[in-house]
Nanobody
């Protein structure tokens, strides 16, 4: 059974930092590309950051220079370090694992709220 379990969300003031974690099980983690998506109220889910199985990364323009995605294959975990958080970063953040076009899994999401 595949499980992606996110943690690390919460309430933080503008300018603050959070680190999200996504622990994966039930998949051969090293083979999968991993990504973080987010969905704000009334908006579509959007890609925030992704890291390939080989370690290549890409980011949404809105988070470049502020967020860093990383993976630890030994711990089968992907991280999202979020710095200089803005109110516009408020959303539910979802972890995604995919391999090719047929293998695609999602976590349950973790709420991130930026507010003073």
């Amino acid at each position: 059974q595949v499980q992606l379990v996110e943690s690390g969300g919460g309430l933080v003031q503008p300018g603050g930092s959070l680190r999200l974690s996504c622990a994966a099980s039930g998949i051969t983690f090293r083979n999968y590309a991993m990504a973080w998506y987010r969905q704000a109220p009334g908006k579509q889910r959007e890609l925030v950051a992704a890291v390939s199985s080989g370690g290549n990364t890409n980011y949404a323009d809105s988070v470049k220079g502020r967020f860093t995605i990383s993976r630890d294959n030994a711990k089968t975990t992907v991280y999202l370090q979020m710095n200089s958080l803005e109110r516009e970063d408020t959303a539910v953040y979802y972890c995604n694992a995919h391999w090719g076009v047929r293998l695609d899994f999602w976590g349950q999401g973790t709420q991130v709220t930026i507010s003073s």
